[in-house]
């Protein structure tokens, strides 16, 4: 008879502990399921996973960066490089012309998480 004559306060609690219990199973499926990842596997599933893989064989690879079929190849060292090599615009710039662009590129990325925390505090 008790729980027909049940106040608000009382199901406020409830669903606080209902609450608390899903966060709690959650957090130790979540744990379970982590550290089963990292489980050893047993003769039985080791077996099972063998026969049920594809069969791979390992290839050496042989190339190199300007490489070809010549004979006469040599590898491209940095002595042997030529002097007229692929460069970026911003390779042939100076440090001091590269700094606003970094700049930039860090203002870019850290302004978004500004802008929540003031909108974060502003909603306070």
Do not use: C, H, Q, W
């Amino acid at each position: 008879s008790s729980l027909l004559r049940s106040s608000p306060s009382n199901i406020y609690i409830n669903s606080t502990t209902m609450n608390r219990l899903t966060y709690i199973f959650v957090f130790l499926a979540t744990v379970l399921i982590s550290t089963n990842a990292f489980a050893p596997s047993t003769p039985l599933t080791a077996a099972a996973s063998r026969t049920t893989s594809a069969v791979t064989t390992k290839t050496a690879v042989n190339m190199a960066f300007g490489g070809g079929e010549d004979d006469n190849f040599t590898p491209l060292t940095r002595e042997n490089e030529p002097d007229e090599y692929f460069s970026s615009k911003m390779d042939e710039m100076s440090d001091a012309d590269k700094i606003p662009i970094a700049l930039g590129g860090l203002a870019f990325v850290t302004l978004p998480f500004i802008a929540g925390l003031i909108a974060l505090y502003a909603s306070k």
